[in-house]
């Protein structure tokens, strides 16, 4: 009785299969081409074990305006450091991310952060962890790109890859025609009046493995926004990297409400 039972299981399986709609060749032709847009993008992530260099930051939420120095130490996978100053001499903050844990100091009000990636979430109005911080700053998308979960539209300005589901956030992506990287990323959260808009303008050649020259990011939380600019400056790759860390006694600690 049990074989039987399998047996007419398997049988409706097949009767729905078969009974569903059949594709067309261009519905096919369209898939085929969105899942060959997708593998020609991850194929550009950059590849590499180290990286350490320069770039120049600079931020604006209307209210407030910096530009500072930026040295920036990668371990891919692992960990990302940066050191910020002020006129490259007077030193500002320190950022130290592992994929379970970020801290942070900033000098100028004595305050740190030591927890995990509730800080950075609220400053980007979108949830992150390690994996989408080290994609925001090597040019790949910060979400995972899956054929069955995108629809592909495509014009003179790139591939368009944008989610289908109705999910608390809207996410879409703009692909290089010709190079299939990364231009842009954006993320919304319609209900909560907040979004990110991450844009590449530029990328370095195949010897600095084709990382983006430089990163805009505008994040919008109800009617204010602030724009993060990142230009890369300089860039060694696979070199011995140390990320030297600790915080500062007598600091005030940020809490996350």
């Given at each position: 009785?049990?074989?039987?039972?399998?047996?007419?299981?398997?049988?409706?399986?097949?009767?729905?299969?078969?009974?569903?709609?059949?594709?067309?060749?261009?519905?096919?032709?369209?898939?085929?081409?969105?899942?060959?847009?997708?593998?020609?993008?991850?194929?550009?992530?950059?590849?590499?074990?180290?990286?350490?260099?320069?770039?120049?930051?600079?931020?604006?939420?209307?209210?407030?305006?910096?530009?500072?120095?930026?040295?920036?130490?990668?371990?891919?996978?692992?960990?990302?450091?940066?050191?910020?100053?002020?006129?490259?001499?007077?030193?500002?903050?320190?950022?130290?991310?592992?994929?379970?844990?970020?801290?942070?100091?900033?000098?100028?009000?004595?305050?740190?952060?030591?927890?995990?990636?509730?800080?950075?979430?609220?400053?980007?109005?979108?949830?992150?962890?390690?994996?989408?911080?080290?994609?925001?700053?090597?040019?790949?998308?910060?979400?995972?790109?899956?054929?069955?979960?995108?629809v592909l539209s495509s014009?003179?300005?790139?591939?368009?890859?944008?989610?289908?589901?109705?999910?608390?956030?809207?996410?879409?992506?703009?692909?290089?025609?010709?190079?299939?990287?990364?231009?842009?990323?954006?993320?919304?959260?319609?209900?909560?009046?907040?979004?990110?808009?991450?844009?590449?303008?530029?990328?370095?050649?195949?010897?600095?493995?084709?990382?983006?020259?430089?990163?805009?990011?505008?994040?919008?939380?109800?009617?204010?926004?602030?724009?993060?600019?990142?230009?890369?400056?300089?860039?060694?790759?696979?070199?011995?990297?140390?990320?030297?860390f600790e915080i500062p006694?007598?600091?005030?600690?940020?809490?996350?409400?």
């Amino acid at each position: 009785m049990q074989h039987i039972h399998k047996l007419t299981f398997l049988l409706l399986s097949l009767l729905v299969i078969s009974c569903g709609p059949k594709k067309t060749a261009a519905e096919k032709k369209a898939d085929e081409t969105k899942v060959n847009v997708i593998e020609q993008n991850l194929a550009t992530t950059p590849s590499f074990e180290t990286v350490q260099g320069r770039l120049k930051g600079s931020y604006d939420d209307g209210d407030d305006s910096q530009s500072i120095s930026v040295s920036i130490r990668m371990e891919k996978d692992k960990t990302i450091w940066l050191s910020a100053k002020l006129a490259g001499i007077i030193p500002l903050a320190k950022v130290l991310v592992t994929p379970n844990r970020v801290q942070f100091y900033e000098k100028i009000n004595g305050s740190y952060f030591d927890g995990d990636f509730s800080l950075l979430s609220k400053w980007l109005g979108t949830d992150l962890d390690y994996e989408k911080v080290q994609n925001l700053l090597i040019g790949q998308p910060i979400y995972t790109l899956n054929a069955k979960e995108y629809v592909l539209s495509s014009s003179q300005n790139g591939y368009q890859l944008t989610s289908i589901e109705q999910t608390p956030i809207a996410k879409s992506f703009l692909i290089d025609l010709l190079s299939f990287k990364t231009k842009a990323q954006q993320l919304n959260r319609p209900e909560e009046n907040q979004g990110v808009t991450i844009t590449y303008d530029d990328f370095f050649g195949k010897e600095n493995y084709g990382m983006p020259e430089n990163i805009t990011i505008i994040a919008n939380q109800g009617d204010g926004n602030t724009k993060i600019n990142i230009d890369y400056r300089s860039l060694e790759f696979n070199k011995p990297v140390t990320f030297p860390f600790e915080i500062p006694s007598g600091y005030e600690e940020i809490v996350i409400e």
